[in-house]
């Protein structure tokens, strides 16, 4: 398991020094800075969208819709049919391969969902969407570390009413305690706040992959925050937000909530 072992100073600036390069952050070791200029663009509320680097033809958004149009109606093999069409035409778009892993997922053929997944993996290795988590409980079955079937359980949580998610996510939690991801989703269920803190604690002991350490991490952060911890919530987050090991996902998520709490507090 990551440990939380780097120190970041708050520095304070004089009032010369511009707006945008102002310095929130700097690391005590590497001597890394985060400065505003960093955070803009990441202040309140916002939905992070994987984009690729490249241009997607128009043929291959048109294969790939009709592939996910496919799926949403049960018809898998036609799905998979379009979705290897739009990958043909722009193989290095990952969108198409991850929704084929999606869809053998569906089809109940675990192994090369994996291998798909994996293959999302090495195009975006700074994550898309949920591949991480994926990987992490798809190997963890392989491996004999999970139960046959748990990501897919786990996937059907989404789908869940939040009296019966509750019960599966705390049923999951003290069958699998080992499992990360179930842990994370403690921090989702209504009036839970009381057990919140130790459900992060117990997930971050579980080797998380890294999309769900970074929630768990930036949740910990929002507590320690509330409880009065200002100083070591903003080092969490500065800590995310320049670790060149974070997921893009993480990165982008610590800084808007390290700008909204800078904003709150200035």
């Given at each position: 398991?990551?440990?939380?072992g780097i120190i970041?100073?708050?520095?304070?600036?004089?009032?010369?020094?511009?707006?945008?390069?102002?310095?929130?952050?700097?690391?005590?070791?590497?001597?890394?800075?985060?400065?505003?200029?960093?955070?803009?663009?990441?202040?309140?509320?916002?939905?992070w969208e994987i984009?690729s680097e490249n241009?997607?033809?128009?043929?291959?958004?048109?294969?790939?819709?009709?592939?996910?149009?496919?799926?949403?109606?049960?018809?898998?093999?036609?799905?998979?049919?379009?979705?290897?069409?739009?990958?043909?035409?722009?193989?290095?778009?990952?969108?198409?391969?991850?929704?084929?892993?999606?869809?053998?997922?569906?089809?109940?053929?675990?192994?090369?969902?994996?291998?798909?997944?994996?293959?999302?993996?090495?195009?975006?290795?700074?994550?898309?969407?949920?591949?991480?988590?994926?990987?992490?409980?798809?190997?963890?079955?392989?491996?004999?570390?999970?139960?046959?079937?748990?990501?897919?359980?786990?996937?059907?949580?989404?789908?869940?009413?939040?009296?019966?998610?509750?019960?599966?996510?705390?049923?999951?939690?003290?069958?699998?305690?080992?499992?990360?991801?179930?842990?994370?989703?403690?921090?989702?269920?209504?009036?839970?706040?009381?057990?919140?803190?130790?459900?992060?604690?117990?997930?971050?002991?579980?080797?998380?992959?890294?999309?769900?350490?970074?929630?768990?991490?930036?949740?910990?952060?929002?507590?320690?925050?509330?409880?009065?911890?200002?100083?070591?919530?903003?080092?969490?987050?500065?800590?995310?937000?320049?670790?060149?090991?974070?997921?893009?996902?993480?990165?982008?998520?610590?800084?808007?909530?390290?700008?909204?709490?800078?904003?709150?507090?200035?």
């Amino acid at each position: 398991m990551r440990k939380l072992g780097i120190i970041f100073l708050l520095l304070s600036i004089c009032s010369s020094t511009s707006l945008a390069n102002e310095v929130v952050f700097k690391h005590s070791t590497t001597g890394k800075i985060l400065t505003k200029k960093d955070l803009q663009g990441f202040s309140g509320t916002g939905s992070w969208e994987i984009v690729s680097e490249n241009t997607v033809s128009k043929l291959a958004m048109e294969h790939h819709q009709k592939g996910r149009a496919f799926g949403q109606q049960g018809e898998y093999e036609k799905s998979l049919e379009f979705l290897v069409k739009a990958s043909i035409v722009d193989p290095k778009w990952a969108y198409p391969i991850y929704d084929m892993a999606y869809t053998n997922m569906l089809m109940n053929n675990f192994d090369r969902a994996l291998e798909l997944y994996q293959k999302v993996n090495k195009m975006e290795p700074r994550g898309f969407f949920t591949t991480k988590t994926a990987i992490y409980t798809l190997q963890g079955e392989q491996d004999g570390i999970f139960p046959k079937g748990l990501y897919m359980a786990y996937l059907s949580l989404e789908w869940m009413k939040a009296d019966k998610k509750a019960k599966s996510v705390f049923n999951l939690v003290t069958k699998i305690p080992n499992f990360a991801p179930a842990w994370k989703e403690i921090i989702s269920l209504p009036d839970q706040d009381e057990i919140v803190l130790p459900a992060i604690e117990n997930g971050l002991k579980a080797d998380p992959d890294k999309e769900t350490y970074g929630i768990l991490m930036i949740n910990k952060a929002l507590i320690l925050h509330r409880k009065s911890k200002r100083q070591e919530a903003l080092n969490i987050l500065g800590q995310l937000a320049l670790d060149k090991e974070s997921s893009l996902a993480t990165e982008k998520m610590a800084k808007q909530t390290l700008s909204h709490l800078l904003e709150t507090n200035s």
